[in-house]
Every structure is written in C-alpha cells, then in structure tokens.
C-alpha cells in the first residue's frame, strides 16, 4: 500500500474547522488542544499531514485540473499553449477571493505558539518549528506572489482585536524578509531525514523551496520593483540554498527525462525531492486523460517549438545553423532536435482536427509529456483513474534555478560566473543519458557550444512593448533552458510575472502564440492516408483555418484573443473585503490599476 500526501481524513477534518475552533474546541475525535497533546511528535506529524496537499497537489484528483499542461489560468497564461478558444485576464476586481485568506497564516502562528511552549527535546522542538515556519513561509510567499503587499502576522490575533485584524498591507519587501527568516530557520532545522523519503517535509524540500520563493522574489525586485539591493539578496539566498542542497550528496539526475512525469511510482527515483502518490482505487487523476484520450484545444504553441534547440546546440534560426531543415514539414522541422521536444509533442506526426483522430491538436502539434505508453488502454491511464505519480519538486528545477540566480547576480555585477556555474546545472542535465545535449561554455558575455558563439536572432532585444527591456545572450539560454527543462509544470506563468514578461502572453504582441504548424493540407492527406490506409480526403480539414503564411491559426476571432494590461501583474483585492474594513474605519488599499 502506497503511502499518500494527501491529508489522512480526521486530520483534515480537525484542520477544516473554523480558526476560532480548531485549536479550542475539544474535538469529537482525539485531538485535544492541551498541554500533553503538545508532547507528542507524532501529533505534530498528524497535524501537519492535512496541509501537504494544500502545497504539494501534485496532478491534484479526480476530474479537478491542476495548473500542469492546461485549462487553468495558471497553465493557460502563457507564451507555450496556444488556445482554439483563448481565456483572458480577470478584467474587474471580484468581490470574492478565496485567495484573499489568512486563515492557515492563523493556523501555523498557532502551531508554531504550541511547538515554541512545548517540552519537546530542544532538536525535536526546532524540527517542527522548523515545519511550521516553512509552512508559513509557503503560504505568504504564495500570497505575496499573487497579491504584493500583505498584512504581516506572526502571532495568532484574537477576534476582538481590530486594530490587527484589520491592520493595513505591510510592504512586500518586508514580508519577505519575514519569508527568508522562516525559510532559513527551516533550513537549519529540520530534520535531514523524516517519515518517508520524498513523501514528507525534509531538509531538502525546505532549501529546494527557498531556492524557488527567494528566486522569484530576487526577480521581481529586479524587474518589476526596480530594487537591486533587495534582488541581490533574495537572488543570493536562492543560490546557497539550491548549491547546500545540490551538495548534500542525497539526489541525482535519473536517466531518462521523460520518467519524472509517467511513473507509476516515483519512489526511489533520485531526482525527485518530494513527490504525490497515487493508487488505484484511493487517490487518482485525470491528467494523462487530458493528454491520450482527448482534443487538446489548448496545444503546444509555435513559440514553444521554436524555443527548442536543434540537436547540435545551435537555436534553430542562427546562420550558423545548418542541422535545422526549416517548418514547412512536421518531419523535417522536428529533425534533429533537442530529444526534450521529443519527450514533450508526439514526434509521429501532426494530429488534425477533422483526420478522424479523436485526440487532436489545435495547432497540430501533439502535446504528451505525462502519457505513458504502458497505459494507453487501461483503466489507470484513462479517465479520471490515472496513476501515475506527481513530481512536486525535483533536483532539475533546483538546478535551474541555481543558474538563473547565479546569472541574475551576475547581471547586476553582484557575482562572477564561473564554467563549473554551468557544469553543474545546464551541463549535468544535457548530459542526462535521455537527453544527451552539446555542453554550453562560458564564452565572456556569451555562451559557447561546439566553439560557435550562441547569438539567436530571435533573442528578446525589448522591443516587443514600450519601456521593455533586452535580455542579455546569457540570461536568454539560461531562461531557455529553464523552460525547455521544466514545461507544463505551472511555472512558466510565475516565471513571466517576475521577469516583467508577461506581454509574451499577450496573443496580439507576441503573434506566435495564435499560430501552430506550417500545413500542407494536400501534402498531409497524402501522407495520412498512406500512413493509416485511410482515404480523408482535403475538404475533412476544412475546419482547420491557416494563416496568411500557411500556418495553422486556432483562435480564428481576432478579437477574441487575449490581451495583457500592467495591472494583471498583480490579482486584485476583492471588493468585500476593502468595504469590510471601511464598514469597521479601517482601510485596505487596491491594487494599482484596478
């Protein structure tokens, strides 16, 4: 029997009542909130099961959509899906977020008031303060994220104190210190080994966490927030954090890429930090579903394929590059290729909508990132009884995020980088056995592969938007990489945000979101039917409409696609909550723009 993250049932029950009760009403079960349940780490342990799935939600469950691949905000967002029927940016305040909440904030204040009174032995009491702050940190981390400034807690507030309850936002920068103290104390604290390897809160998890939370903060306060001292910090604690945990010895690479996103199991795979289990019958999913049996109305983007590199290093449109045989035949435009593209989109061909395949693509290209092979038919890989288990966190996103931060540091004269920077990040992952990419050299301001200098005409010189900025040659194959490296994970969104990027998401700025593959429609008929011993015939693909060059066209509306305001770098405050505190003489302040 596998064991789950995902909050045993009476530990959620405990945990789901309301904040005034759940630690001061005697419940119905044996959870007391008294001393002696305080002296006890496997009530620790119990307590703090029923918020893994809070933060570690993996493939989520059931039929619900997780912010991997598609059809949420989160994956839908970005510059790698193009979308037959585009979604758009929240255009007006809501008067409800459900985001918008301090009630586990309330929660691990109380957690980390019990811990901090206890009798524990000194290294026991650390260890769970150190879980409790971590989780802590996780949650306004998340909401700093999605909101910028927020009131700070760190005790638990009485309900009769009004003036803390609705105390004003604490600057960002600010509650992000609070961040890196608690993520530095859990660092320090807890435990190297704990429960189940790659199923509970260790050591690692909390560095990998803070070498996510202090890069994304480092680049916001570069780009968005113009601060260069605080991007210097936050960028520095991403690095030692990601560097102590890639030199802890515990993890490595594993062989083949494509593993990390269609195991059955991922327990003992060395690359995974920690991970969501899944079993027949218990706990289940639907994301491969979303990729074997159904039309991907959202499909991988021209501008996700072109990020790919050809197999010789080189990006596809630099003179030097004669590997790469141009788009205007699927079979020729994915040759010689990084293997990584291959792991992502179906290699065997375009899949057309009106061909007779039922799983098609709106752009053509296939995405299959988290189908395996070995369940196409059964039970577990269909439907919303899919097995395979989640990779939460993995050593590849920790080295990237390494090098970007190292890179960042550089950027800003604040770090020299080195060749082993690069050795030990992009390198060691090109050298992964089912990728087997050119290693990169450091070549000055530029990077080097093969002794040819890497200079990418399409390179993002900051001319897409006015007030843009150019991102320099190193920062654009380290961001590459990153995306190459971690695609349909929910990352790319947050990743754009911080940069000041989010315009590639912008379906009227960036054009190549709203186009697919080059078709031939006679040349893939031809080639259909030969293939399957079908007879289509051309006026099948009359749904599929072209651009003026030839190249599919999903969202065929022009005015339907999606636009991005400077505003949609922040979510806004929902207006019930700004009238709750002007109705009690209190003011909470609205985003700007909204």
């Keep these: 029997m596998k064991v789950k993250i995902l909050g045993l049932m009476f530990a959620g029950m405990a945990l789901t009542t309301s904040c005034e009760d759940y630690l001061t009403r005697p419940p119905m079960d044996t959870i007391t909130d008294t001393p002696d349940f305080w002296e006890s780490e496997e009530n620790y342990r119990t307590m703090m099961w029923a918020f893994y799935d809070i933060y570690f939600d993996g493939y989520k469950s059931s039929w619900t959509r997780t912010d991997w691949f598609a059809e949420t905000n989160v994956a839908d967002w970005v510059d790698d899906n193009a979308q037959k029927s585009p979604t758009h940016f929240i255009k007006s305040a809501p008067g409800t977020d459900s985001g918008w909440s301090f009630t586990y904030v309330r929660r691990y204040n109380q957690l980390i008031d019990r811990a901090a009174n206890s009798n524990l032995p000194e290294e026991a009491k650390n ?11 996780m949650e306004y981390a998340k909401l700093v994220r999605d909101y910028g400034d927020v009131p700070w807690y760190d005790t638990v507030i009485e309900n009769t104190d009004l003036e803390n309850l609705y105390k004003p936002r604490t ?26 390897a790659g199923l ?14 202090m890069l994304f903060e480092g680049t916001w306060q570069k780009y968005n927030a113009k601060n260069n001292d605080k991007a210097a910090t936050y960028l520095k604690a991403a690095k030692d954090a990601a560097d102590q945990l890639m030199n802890m010895g515990k993890y490595s690479l594993c062989a083949n890429f494509k593993d990390l996103t269609t195991s059955i199991s991922l327990a003992g795979n060395p690359e995974t930090i920690i991970y969501r289990e899944y079993e027949e019958g218990i706990l289940m999913h639907s994301l491969m579903s979303f990729q074997n049996t159904e039309a991907e109305g959202s499909s991988p983007s021209r501008s996700l394929v072109e990020s ?29 290729r990084d293997p990584r593209l291959y792991d992502n989109i179906d290699p065997a061909g375009l899949r057309i909508e009106g061909s007779g395949v039922v799983a098609y693509a709106a752009t053509g290209y296939f995405a299959h990132l988290f189908v395996n092979p070995s369940l196409l038919n059964v039970p577990g890989g269909m439907s919303s009884t899919n097995i395979t288990d989640a990779p939460v966190m993995k050593l590849n996103e920790v ?17 020299s980088l080195t060749q082993g920077d690069f050795d030990k990040t992009i390198n060691a992952l090109r050298n992964r056995p089912s990728t087997s990419m050119p290693a990169v050299t450091l070549a000055g301001t530029n990077l080097a592969v093969n002794g040819i200098t890497i200079n990418d005409p399409d390179r993002d010189k900051g001319t897409m938007i006015a007030g843009d900025y150019e991102v320099s040659p190193i920062l654009w194959e380290v961001r590459r990489e990153r995306r190459t490296e971690l695609p349909y994970q929910g990352i790319r969104f947050h990743d754009l ?36 011993g079908t007879s289509i015939t051309v006026d099948a693909l009359k749904s599929v409409q072209l651009d003026s060059e030839g190249y599919i066209k999903p969202a065929i509306d022009e005015s339907l696609l999606r636009t991005v305001e400077p505003k949609h770098y922040l979510y806004p405050i929902p207006t019930q909550q700004i009238a709750l505190y002007q109705s009690n003489g209190y003011t909470l302040s609205q985003n700007p723009g909204w």
């Design 399 to 415: 080295m990237m995020n390494y090098i970007e931060a190292a890179a960042e540091l550089a950027d800003m004269g604040a770090y």
């Design 200 to 213: 509970h809160v260790n050591k690692a998890v909390a560095l990998a966490y803070m070498s996510r939370i």
């Design 171 to 196: 600057p960002r920068a600010e509650v992000m210190d609070h961040v890196m103290a608690d993520l530095q104390f859990a660092g320090q604290n807890i435990r190297v080994s704990d429960g189940v």
């Design 308 to 336: 790919y590199l050809s197999a010789n290093g080189l990006p596809i449109h630099q003179a030097e590059n004669t590997q790469y045989k141009g788009d205007k035949w699927f079979f020729d435009e994915f040759a010689d």
């Design 127 to 137: 260890h769970w303060l150190g879980i409790a702050r971590f989780f802590r940190a």
């Design 497 to 532: 945000r911080r940069w000041g990027k989010l315009h590639y998401a912008d379906m009227k700025v960036n054009p190549k979101l709203n186009r697919g593959a080059y078709l031939d429609k006679d040349a893939f008929v031809a080639w259909y039917n030969e293939t399957n």
